[in-house]
């Protein structure tokens, strides 16, 4: 199967930036994304730009009748996944591959329960350094993204056309064929380096530096190693130095989506990083003190500006 339209859901950072590189790779009117009435009067009004370019995108709403997506990529934040999922319904068909470029370990989990396991392809956004304020997104490195099979140690038929698409358009990509580990190993990241910036409120160069940030960071990500274990994907301290060494590349003055969101005061997506460890810490009667005070610290910086 050969893809030539995409619908993206979710204009966050790695929305507009996908959506901006495969729309100047692909016909105008192939790449489609996927937005109320409301929001897509507002990127009409105020335009979306990505590195100072305008981007020239095709807007659709939920309701539109359309040819289902050959690819559809889910880049919106956690807590908008539900309705986004409803929203794609018109973009699925039968052969429709899907790829969720969310963080965390469980939207994959969501979008196959509701479109069917065998259209989702797991997938890991790594190494892009974006920043977000209000409709510009600037970054100095695209990043990766990696994908594959829920089963380890294959490569499906879907998992090559998509790898063949990636090729065509000049995306950056890369197959791996333990995409569970991959998750985990992306979410022990996240859970360190999100968190930990936005509570230093600082950018990333604040945890490349050694330091009491960079101490936290890596307290925080080792709670994690220690649950995997019992979640039966273990990582290890290998995993967690390839972490560091990917952190390492980002632009020092570069802020993760948590850090962009208590700038900005959103609220965070604080309970699928230390919400969920500290779950996953009691239920494997595992300590996780950092996290413990990470969560704490997060929650308390929302309240001032969450009502």
Request: net charge negative.
């Amino acid at each position: 199967m050969r893809i030539q339209r995409v619908s993206i859901i979710g204009l966050g950072a790695l929305g507009i930036m996908y959506g901006h590189h495969l729309s100047k790779k692909l016909p105008k009117e192939n790449v489609r994304i996927i937005a109320d009435e409301q929001r897509i009067q507002k990127y009409k009004n105020e335009g979306v730009f990505c590195n100072g370019e305008k981007c020239e995108f095709r807007y659709v709403t939920p309701d539109e009748q359309v040819e289902p997506a050959d690819l559809l990529i889910f880049t919106v934040k956690f807590h908008g996944l539900e309705e986004a999922i409803r929203f794609a319904k018109h973009h699925v068909g039968e052969n429709t591959i899907i790829i969720s470029a969310l963080n965390g370990i469980i939207s994959e989990e969501m979008i196959g329960q509701a479109y069917g396991f065998d259209k989702v392809l797991y997938c890991v956004a790594q190494g892009m350094d974006a920043v977000k304020v209000g409709n510009k997104l600037t970054y100095d490195h695209k990043g990766i993204l990696v994908f594959g099979d829920k089963e380890p140690g294959i490569i499906s038929e879907k998992t090559k056309g998509l790898r063949e698409f990636f090729d065509s358009v000049q995306l950056p990509h890369q197959v791996d064929t333990n995409m569970t580990h991959r998750l985990w190993g992306k979410f022990m990241l996240n859970v360190g380096v999100n968190q930990t910036v936005a509570v230093y409120k600082g950018n990333y160069g604040t945890v490349q530096n050694e330091g009491e940030a960079r101490n936290t960071m890596i307290a925080a990500m080792k709670e994690v190693i220690a649950i995997s274990e019992k979640a039966g994907v273990p990582l290890s301290e290998q995993d967690l130095q390839y972490w560091l060494d990917v952190l390492s590349t980002l632009s020092p003055d570069g802020k993760p989506s948590m850090a962009q969101d208590v700038d900005a005061k959103r609220p965070s997506e604080v309970e699928l990083f230390s919400g969920t460890v500290l779950k996953l810490g009691e239920k494997y009667g595992i300590d996780t003190p950092v996290n413990k005070m990470l969560y704490e610290k997060i929650k308390e910086m929302e309240a001032e500006y969450v009502h």
